[in-house]
């Protein structure tokens, strides 16, 4: 067995260029390659034709240049799509294309095939952890993406945003994530501000810890409950690692570079959308740097939790305002194609459920 190639997709422009140097061609090229990749969308190294062919056999010798393969998509009635993307060895994961307002496309990016945290209101966590997504693979779903967009849809599709919140705990594949990250925001390439990802985590408290030696991207804790009792029930993670530490870690986190942190919260009925949750969530969350993002609880077949109605959502975001906070609801997009937020679980099996 060979060993495996190091991907492409996974360099950024100064890795490309030490790579080209180490192994004697002009740093240069790197720019130019660069270019057909990440601007151009053209993965196919015959057509370079400004790049030598030395380069581009080496590359086809020694690298991994292949972009994971859209194996399924669906449009949702709200515009939400969702990709099943599969990787080299037959798994598959998906992505999400989710547009909003002032022409932005957000891509909905996944970390790892299943998770390994468990939470017992999501879809992928039944899945358990099959393995992490290597950097190319995390950013070859963007590419991938991109690319089957501009084939279909429109040709100059660009997807302005990542949120890394589609299947699995991006913190627990900590050095991938970091390095797609950095490729996505490589001002010659993809070149995505700081302010346009969003890493989610569950509230992995180590990793949290060395969040100073990741880019300073948007940071979201997936909350979900101000009590112990009610975030162990939830969230298994919170037995290693409870809300009085999960606090002390989230203080440390250079807020200049972040400015302000992000709760997610699903709204489970009669479970966290009661007066005492309100009391709880103003004890602990910090007032001026902290926002929360109400997430209604997203149905799927089997789940145990019921959704709040409409008017206790409502009164739940109210009463956050009131206290001070900024406090948003999200909007459920792609419930039609179970895109929606937990909904994302890759079985071929389900592909029958969704062709149309
Ligand atoms: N593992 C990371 C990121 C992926 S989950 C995390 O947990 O933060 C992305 C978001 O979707 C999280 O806030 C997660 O809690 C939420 N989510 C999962 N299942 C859901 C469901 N059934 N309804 C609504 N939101 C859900
Ligand atoms: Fe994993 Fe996030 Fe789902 Fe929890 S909510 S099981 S951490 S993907």
């Known amino acids: 067995m060979s060993e495996k190639k190091t991907s492409l997709y996974s360099l950024t422009l100064e890795d490309l260029r030490e790579y080209l140097k180490e192994n004697g061609f002009a740093k240069f090229a790197a720019d130019q390659v660069y270019n057909w990749i990440f601007k151009r969308y053209e993965f196919d190294p015959d057509k370079w034709s400004n790049v030598s062919s030395k380069i581009k056999n080496d590359f086809i010798e020694k690298m991994d240049i292949n972009i994971p393969k859209i194996v399924w998509n669906g449009l949702s009635t709200d515009g939400t799509r969702k990709f ?24 909905c990016v996944s ?34 993406v991109t690319k089957w967009l501009r084939d279909n849809v429109d040709e100059e599709a ?66 979900h409950a101000a009590h112990d009792n009610i975030r162990t029930e939830l969230m298994p993670i919170n037995k290693a690692y409870d809300l009085t530490r999960l606090f002390e870690a989230i203080r440390k986190i250079p807020l200049k570079a972040h400015r302000w942190i992000t709760y997610e919260y699903i709204l489970i009925a009669d479970l966290n959308d009661r007066v005492e949750d309100l009391e709880g969530l103003s004890d602990l969350l910090d007032k001026g740097v902290s926002k929360v993002n109400l ?36 909007i459920t997009k792609g419930t039609d194609i179970l895109a929606a937020c937990g909904q994302l679980k890759s079985e071929h099996d389900k592909l029958n459920l969704w062709a149309d």
Request: glycine content about 8%.
């Open 111 to 144: 970390s790892q095939i299943g998770c390994a945290i468990g939470c017992t209101f999501c879809h992928t966590g039944t899945m358990g952890l099959t393995r992490h997504l290597t950097t190319g693979e995390i950013v070859g779903q963007y590419l991938a």
């Open 295 to 330: 997430i209604p609880f997203n149905e799927y077949p089997e789940s145990k939790f019921k959704r709040p109605s409409d008017e206790k959502i409502k009164w739940f975001q109210d009463e956050l305002i009131r206290r001070g906070y900024i406090c948003t609801t999200r």
């Open 158 to 223: 660009r997807l302005s945003n990542i949120v890394y919140m589609g299947q699995g705990e991006p913190l627990h594949n900590f050095n991938n994530v970091k390095q797609a990250t950095k490729v996505f925001m490589e001002d010659k390439g993809i070149g995505l501000g700081q302010r346009k990802i969003t890493l989610s985590t569950s509230g992995l408290v180590p990793q949290i810890e060395k969040l100073e030696d990741f880019p300073p991207v948007n940071i979201a804790i997936s909350l």
């Open 84 to 107: 099943l993307v599969g990787m080299s060895d037959s798994n598959t994961v998906e992505a999400v294309a989710i547009p909003a307002k002032n022409n932005r496309l957000t891509l």
